[in-house]
């Protein structure tokens, strides 16, 4: 018994098809010779209608097989079977089952609609792809930035930088969602600063006998959740930042844990406390707000494209740094550079700045980020600089190297420079290149940059200086440098 193809031409293949099929019911139909057509489409590399049919032979059937022959012909350039086995041997041409469900020979109209839906999908397939080499070129267009560092480093200042520099700034709604979060800085500065009066060793009285009810309402009420702010909150702020007692408190806050920007704002209380008050630019920048988890920010210079991806530095956001390594053009490490007398959040008995040091050593000796070149942000030189002319806090008590440590030939030093500041910053910027030099694999490199978060201009000056080396670091990263 022969199959005929629609042209006339005979076929037969050895098709597995039924392996493992429960039902032997349909196998017993197909021995009983019901023909069943199939078309080109259906197959996709069957260059003509197919018919089949069964083999009458009861062994062939309890092998679960169907007998095909697809004979030689023009079409399909003289191959014997799809696969180009010779006639009468086993093809294991495997077909869908789904393939096999229309019965009887196709119409001619039912050819136009097959015909008309192969070209209506072809189109969707060729606006897919080229949806997808568009995206492919975009993405290795695009410069992705990761930033890193340890709790209260600036990392997301940097990233506040970035939107006023290259994106629209903030938005007046933006401003004002801004100020519960600037109002709650002050509260807890205030908070922080009378609490840590009585847990100093030795304690530190209050200059003003009266103040103390003051102290007693903002330990008693303004610690709650749900406080909102009345005006005499900002009259027993105010007069406690004046007491002399408050301020030498403040004096020691290396010895306990209180936010950078709490002097700032402590300061412009009679400003934030009027009911008009709208955040200007530099509140924005100052106000402190503990990041958690992974935010990403896209901006334009120049018309290329950069990604930059700022994550929690706190000890437990570590963990999801991982998530942000592939495909990272450079790494942006910033340290807080005045964070020399300070110890973790997380870890009182842990230095920031000794811990930040083994953060950038494990990072550059991450198997995942060996190819990866570092800028290195020495940020909060602002704050370096009043702590090492106040001499309160001297960098050897906590660095004691720095005692035999002299002012580098490379240090750039400009009229009116404290020269034990200069000392110090680039004892601290050699910290950090020592540890990038001592692998020496020549694989990535560290490009230090002193930098203020919340000065604008010097991010605006730094980041251009940055651009030309994220850009050698790109075309490295797709192997076109």
């Known amino acids: 018994m022969d199959g005929r193809s ?24 197909f021995h009983q010779s019901q023909v069943l057509s199939l078309t080109s489409r259906s197959l996709d590399r069957a260059p003509c209608d197919l018919c089949f049919y069964s083999s009458q ?59 008309e839906d192969t070209r209506s999908q072809k189109r969707r397939s060729d606006a897919i792809s080229k949806q997808l080499q568009k995206d492919k070129q975009l993405y290795r267009a695009t410069h992705r930035l990761l930033l890193l ?37 002050i509260r807890d500065a205030i ?3 009378t609490g840590a009066m009585s847990t100093l ?95 990403e920010t896209r901006f334009q210079v120049d018309k290329v494209n950069f990604h930059m991806f700022d994550v929690g530095g706190q000890r437990d956001e570590r963990r999801k740094w991982i998530q942000c ?46 190819t990866i070149s570092v800028i290195l942000f020495l940020n909060k030189q602002d704050l370096l600089a009043e702590k090492i002319k106040a001499g309160k806090s001297k ?10 440590y002299q002012t580098p030939s490379d240090a750039i030093v400009e009229s009116g420079d404290d020269p034990e500041v200069i000392r110090a910053k680039y004892f601290i910027r050699d910290e950090f290149l020592r540890i990038s030099t001592a692998s020496g694999d020549g694989k990535h490199y560290c490009y230090p940059h002193f930098t203020c978060a919340v000065d604008t201009e010097n991010i605006k000056r730094v980041f251009n200086d940055c651009r030309d080396i994220i850009q050698r670091m790109h075309l490295r990263q797709y192997e076109l440098l």
């Open 6 to 29: 629609k042209c006339g031409k005979p076929l037969v293949v050895w098709h597995q098809l039924f392996f493992g099929l429960p039902d032997y019911s349909i196998l017993n139909e």
């Open 57 to 115: 032979q009861q062994d062939d059937i309890s092998k679960h097989r169907v007998q095909f022959r697809l004979a030689q012909n023009e079409e399909n350039g003289g191959a014997e079977s799809p696969d180009g086995t010779q006639e009468g041997r086993e093809a294991c041409w495997w077909i869908p089952w789904s393939a096999m469900g229309c019965f009887g020979s196709p119409s001619s109209k039912q050819s136009d609609l097959n015909s």
């Open 149 to 185: 560092g340890a709790g209260e480093s600036g990392k997301s200042t940097i990233v506040k930088q970035m939107r006023i520099l290259h994106v629209d700034g903030f938005s007046e709604q933006e401003k004002k969602q801004k100020i519960d979060d600037i109002k709650k800085n």
């Open 191 to 193: 908070l922080t600063i």
């Open 201 to 295: 060793n030795p304690p530190i009285p209050l200059e003003k006998k009266e103040n103390e009810a003051r102290v007693e309402y903002i330990q008693d009420y303004a610690s709650g959740p749900d406080f909102n702010y009345p005006p005499e909150f900002y009259e027993h702020t105010e007069e406690l930042w004046k007491d002399k007692g408050v301020l030498a408190t403040y004096e020691r806050s290396n010895e306990y844990q209180l936010i950078d920007c709490a002097k700032y704002f402590l300061d412009r209380v009679s400003i934030i406390k009027q009911p008009n008050y709208t955040p200007n630019e530099q509140d924005i920048l100052r106000c402190r707000v503990l990041t958690s988890g992974i935010f």
């Open 325 to 370: 390594f592939n495909d990272v053009t450079a790494i942006i490490f910033v340290t807080a550079c005045s964070s020399y007398n300070m110890v973790l959040r997380e870890d009182p008995t842990q230095n920031r700045l000794r811990e930040s040091l083994e953060l950038f050593k494990s990072i550059w000796n991450n198997r995942w980020l060996r």
């Open 395 to 404: 960098l050897s008590d906590y660095f004691a190297e720095f005692n035999k």
